[in-house]
């Protein structure tokens, strides 16, 4: 299967690690990756400030990028929500286009739902925090929102789960927002920045050492306090944790492969 | 007026900040376990929504059969286009009354018709009877919330108060001693009253009565001595049915404080013997609200605060910080759909988080009508200019992917050569807390290009 790989500008230019994780982890799971090197941005930052004539011609460079994929994945809730939820106000009726935002997956929900990953082969010996990213949780709903009532699950929990040796923080505050919300962070510094201190400092109560989220964005703006005050944790990108485990048990996982290839022709 | 400067004044005070959102959070979490013990709770939502996306898609119809119910039970129903009309209407109820003395129970729309003020110019003593409204009134400050009025201030601060007015003793906090000399305050003014005043929470088209929800039972202390009863609402409090009631006394009290229900649903069915009932329903920029079909669902509010409590920017900013009678995710809909130039910024004083949206007992899409609400300030160019061309540079750079990769080259090269000083400075609001994100010699699509030529060379010729 072909995937579009759709990178968020800011990973692009800043996390290019977490892209290649993303790389590394699709093509584990047997994904032809294509990355269309003309893209750029989903246009979130202008659609959330209200500037909607400046979202729009992005949103129209996105379905031009990618209209021709099956699939298109992302490694962010957030910019996969953007296309989801909000591109909405952009496809003007070019069912295509509604199409190609229903086709634009996040990186776990793709696994989970797409592919129907159950687990994630190899180990990651480290006690994790996940932080629910907010368009993750509430728009792309891929895990139960505290708010809600009904059965719980979190799709990017279980992936995590699946790994061996991983350790899960049980946390006091189990999807607050850590406070980023683009533009927010700047225009209401002083309350971002509290709300991000006060997500640390839960994961720091809950002995977390490393810190994930399927949002880089999120993780940047923690990142930014973690090591402002040199705190002992480490910030990964949910891909990255995904990437290093699935390496841990590569050459294992070769040979069970090679094993069950042997074991195929020997029966045929 | 802009919330970021109310904000970061009261994150300023960094403990007072801290308790602020604890005593939010408990109650959110409260609500949390009366909500998860009913496994119906998301069918309730979805009914009480629809419950009230009928009422007010036939507003006209059920207020005037409300009207003519009321009548029916004795009840004088008044009309009052905005906040000055219905100030006049009540003033001139009590004038015809030769009332002196008046005695409230909480009532939002009064503090939105900003009634006691008015009230008081024209000589009237006035006093709100819950406790939380009487400290904010004794300090001569407007609620901070909607339902906990005083959440905003601790109990040293209600013993100083109470010391000042009601004589209590010094440095006396006990919650207990300053509860009963409210008590006893208060007692002394329902006795005097010549008047009550409640607010409304359900008003019900097909009887004609409704019910106002108190916690302190001061709605029904309020109006069973004196003659004279007002009750003021807003046009959206109406629900078709008496049999609807049970469905929104249920949400109410869980969303609300995590109760199973308020301690007092007061049933209004016309007046006391020898007395006068009267009911002023107000619009108040409500049918403004109702023809605008993007906003139309805010009218469904009930009032219970749940998205207060929630709201991780509320709870860390406080309730004076949106300097509008609602506040909150809910106030920030409410507040610039009458008056956009002046509450512009309040849809911004949100991380879009969207928990607002899950908690609200009667599903109004907060989070999107926020981000709406956005688009239509900048539509009407009320958004700073700064902000707007910083939105149309970004946009420009973004529509071409060779000055994206130009610029995000340029920006990766010169940041790490930069001294300290000259990114973490007073024009960086990002570095004053924060570290800034790291910048690699190469991008994503370099790499990726580097990958992919490296395993082309590497494939077997």
Known sequence: ???????????????????????????????????PATQTCCGQPMANTGCNDDARPLAQKFFKVFHLYDHVVCPSGSCVAMVRQHYTHYTHGNAEFESLTQRTFELCEFLADVLKVEKIHGTFSHRVGLHQSCHGLRELRL?????????????????????????????????????FGGTFAINEESVSCMMGQDRVADHEQAGTEVLTAVDMSCLMHLDGFIRRQDKPIRVMHVAEIFDAALSSCSEADTVRSEDALTATERTS | MNHATQATAFVANDERAHWHDSALWFVRSKRDKCAHALPEWEDLRAAASEVKMHTISRLAKYLEQFEVNAKKLGVHVHWAKDGAEHNKIVHGILQKHDVKKVVKSKSMLTE??????????HGYEVVDTDLGERIVQLREEPPSHIVLPAIHLKKQDVSTLFEKHLGTEAGNNDPQYLTEAARGHLRDKF?????????????????????????????????SLPKLHIACMGIEKLIPRASDLSLFLRLLARSATGQPITTYSSHFHGPIAGGELHIVLVDNGRTEILGREEFRRSLNCIRCGACMNTCPVYRRSGGHSYETTVPGPIGSILAPARDANEFYSLPYACSLCGSCTDVCPVKIDLHNQLLTMRGKI?????????????????????????LFRWAGGIARWIMPKLPRFLVYNRFNPWGKQREMPPFPKKSFRQLYADRKRNRQEDKPK
């Open chain 1, 1 to 35: 299967m072909k995937v579009g790989l759709f990178v968020p500008c800011y990973i692009d230019q800043l996390y290019p690690d977490v892209g290649l994780a993303t790389v590394n982890v699709l093509e584990r799971f047997g994904m032809e990756v294509d990355f």
């Open chain 2, 191 to 223: 006795l005097g009253a010549d008047a009550g005043i409640t607010g409304v929470n359900f008003a019900i088209a097909e009887t004609g009565g409704f019910v106002v929800c108190t916690n302190e039972g001061n709605a029904d202390l309020g109006v």
């Open chain 2, 378 to 402: 900048a539509e009407k160019k009320i958004l700073p200019w700064s902000k707007r061309i910083q939105m149309r540079l970004t946009s420009s750079v973004m529509k071409r992917t060779w």
């Open chain 2, 112 to 121: 939105e018709c900003h009634l006691n003020p008015c009230l008081e110019k």
């Open chain 1, 143 to 179: 895990a139960r929102s505290s708010e809600t009532v009904g059965n719980s699950y979190s799709k990017v929990r279980q992936l995590l789960e699946s790994i061996e040796a991983i350790k899960l923080s049980d946390l006091q505050r189990t999807d607050e927002c850590c406070g």
